[in-house]
């Protein structure tokens, strides 16, 4: 088979990573993908390093094993935790990452604090570190962990009072603050945006990184010559660590949401 012809792997601890494929099919209609989502293991963000690299690597060889031409780490705490290793590991496949997108919103100079909800891992993580210190002299930023937010997600639970309430509990200590934006970070996250916006007021910019790391792909894929010469749709698979029809009719229900 020729390596344009081979679909495109995406991964993430459950289905949070379909708010990136959605953005990856946006931007490269025509290739083939398959996500893998481990909604059996997740929440990772909660979870030690060792045991996210150990699933992180698990799931890549799932994606390997699938003939994936390229990989997308659509997941915020498995790139922190996962990435440096993954590329060492795998030196013939493009490896993409995924990191909260600070930069678009330190660029969007708004009066207020910068905001960044993350998993508690990944506000933990060096990588995250490298990040702030690049813009803490230009602007306030202040990490908000999340714990709790992805189960939400995961059991497909988008809306309603439960969520409002853990929303309004975790900004409650900022409620003082003028806030500029939200980076989301966490590829789960943007599956409560408009919540978020109901809570916090319409003026307040939510920034995530999914269009971004849409556009990386596609860089990535242009500069291998590994774009597919395909002129009609591609394919769509999901697969799940969860043997359960429920989680992929979710699944689904997420990407054509
Ligand atoms: N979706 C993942 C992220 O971007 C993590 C969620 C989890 O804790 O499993 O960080």
New binding site residues.
């Given amino acids: 088979m020729n390596i344009k012809d081979k679909p495109i792997g995406f991964f ?3 289905v ?2 379909l708010s990136v494929l959605k953005e990856a099919v946006k931007v490269l209609p025509n290739e083939d993908f398959i996500y893998f989502g481990d909604s059996k293991n ?5 979870k030690n390093v060792d045991e996210i690299k150990k699933l992180t690597f698990d799931a890549v060889e799932f994606l390997v094993r699938h003939n994936v031409k390229a990989i997308v780490i659509a ?3 498995a790139t922190s935790a996962a990435i440096i290793d993954l590329r060492k590991t795998y030196i013939n496949i493009p490896i993409i990452g ?1 990191e909260p997108a600070l930069k678009p919103a330190v660029e969007l100079n708004k009066e207020g604090k910068i905001i960044i909800m ?2 508690p891992t ?1 506000l933990c993580e060096k990588k995250f570190f490298k990040l702030m210190n690049k813009y803490k002299s230009i602007s306030d930023i202040i990490p908000l962990p999340c714990p709790g937010l ?1 189960e939400f997600i995961e059991e497909g639970t988008l809306e309603g009072e439960e969520i409002d309430g853990f929303l309004e509990k975790r900004f409650f200590s900022l409620k003082d603050e003028k806030i500029a934006s939200i980076v989301l970070g ?3 996250y943007p599956f409560v945006k408009k919540e978020l916006s109901k809570i916090l007021g319409q003026d307040i910019s939510i920034i995530d990184g999914s269009r971004g790391t849409a556009v990386q792909l596609k860089r990535k894929l242009i500069s291998n010559k590994f774009i597919s010469s395909k002129t009609k749709k591609g394919e769509i698979k999901i697969f799940n660590s969860l043997k359960d029809n429920n989680i992929i009719d979710l699944s689904f229900r997420l990407l054509n949401s």
């Fill in positions: 993430d601890s459950g949070g990573g997740a929440p990772y963000g909660v997941c915020n705490t995924i993350a998993t990944t992805v966490c590829t789960h």
